[in-house]
């Protein structure tokens, strides 16, 4: 079991940008590919980013991409999801995942962290 807390959400103007964190607690917490999924208002959840145990490989949604970076700090069991140029249709609740295959992460998880609220107004 991996336990996941996120930190980081806010209300921030279209434009702008922001850094969401999270940190995984557990033995052997550094030994999965870790990643986030959204979920917007009466929408489906949507997978953003992912990034392997090393760090040496990233997935990124096409809606996110070039925008979006995903990185990790395995001595200090922390993912980070840096978002610039956000858009509106970023709102949404965003959840760090922890799993077992980075690949598979673009479609699900093991694990999931409480969620934080990231709000963009126009």
């Known amino acids: 079991q991996v336990q996941l807390v996120e930190s980081g959400g806010g209300l921030v103007q279209a434009g702008c940008s922001l850094r969401l964190s999270c940190s995984a607690s557990?033995?052997?917490?550094?030994?999965?590919?870790m990643g986030w999924f959204r979920q917007a208002p009466g929408k489906e959840r949507e997978f953003v980013a992912a990034?392997?145990?090393?760090?040496?490989?990233?997935y990124y949604a096409d809606s996110v991409k070039g925008r979006f970076t995903i990185s990790r700090d395995n001595a200090k069991n922390t993912v980070y999801l840096q978002m610039n140029s956000l858009k509106p249709e970023d709102t949404a609740v965003y959840y760090c995942?922890?799993?077992?295959?980075?690949?598979?992460?673009?479609?699900?998880?093991?694990?999931w962290g409480q969620g934080t609220k990231v709000t963009v107004s126009s």
């Open positions: 995942t922890a799993g077992h295959s980075v690949a598979r992460m673009k479609y699900e998880a093991n694990y």
């Open positions: 557990g033995r052997t917490s550094s030994s999965y590919a």
């Open positions: 990034i392997s145990v090393g760090g040496a490989i990233t």
